[in-house]
Structures are given as structure tokens and as C-alpha cells.
């Protein structure tokens, strides 16, 4: 198994944006079912699995980084847990990673950036398979 190469950056700054939802859409299978219109909903368990990421990871998180890396996935070493659940994505100028996080994750983080070492180690996320 070939190992992933790690490199060690240091974050300078954080900005977050909280993400704004749309309304719920509402639900027509009881209003149908109700005038004897009956249906199997395929995609339900899908959409109502993406609003729970949508409502639970509402922080959109920019970290900006001091040594560029090349765009793609990658988990920063050293950052809290909660804030390294889902990984980073590096845009094409590599100095910002972005990812979205919960409250608590969001807290872990600002709670880490008051600290003095901000340093961390990328390591390339490998894509699913």
C-alpha cells in the first residue's frame, strides 16, 4: 500500500458563514393518499438525509493557510476531531481550505484557533471507493 505524503502548513485565519436554508418542501403523500392516490416514494430517505447534513453542518468554514497545497481533499492533522470529520477541500490557489461544520465542530475550532500553535499536516484525503 503506498503511503500518502503529509505537509505541514499552519492556519492564519478562519471565517465562517452560516448557511441559509430553504423552507421544507412540503410532503403531498398524505394529502394523496387521502383521495385514494397511492405511490411508493423512492427518493424520500435521500432527501430527508441531505436536509439533516444541510441543518446539522449549516457553518461554512474557510480556513486560510500559510504554505499553498494542491487543490483536493485533504484531513488537517491536528485540527480537534468534530472539526475534521468530514475533511477539507483546497481550492485551486491553495491558500484556503473550506468545509462545512457543525456548532459543536465550530466551536472545537475557534477554541483551538486561540491558541498559540496553529499548526497542522495535510494529508490527502483518498477519494471513495
Known sequence: MQETPVQETKVEGLSVKRRRLKPMSIDWGPFFLYFGVSGTDHTRAERMEK????????NL????????LAPGSYLLL????EANKRGWTVDAGGRSAS???SDDGLADLRAWMGGRERR????VLAPPA
Open 99 to 101: 468545509s462545512a461544520l
Open 78 to 81: 491536528g485540527l480537534p476531531d
Open 120 to 123: 497542522v499536516q495535510a494529508a
Open 61 to 68: 468554514v474557510t480556513l486560510t493557510l500559510t504554505v499553498p
Open 51 to 58: 436536509r439533516f447534513e444541510l441543518e446539522h453542518f449549516a
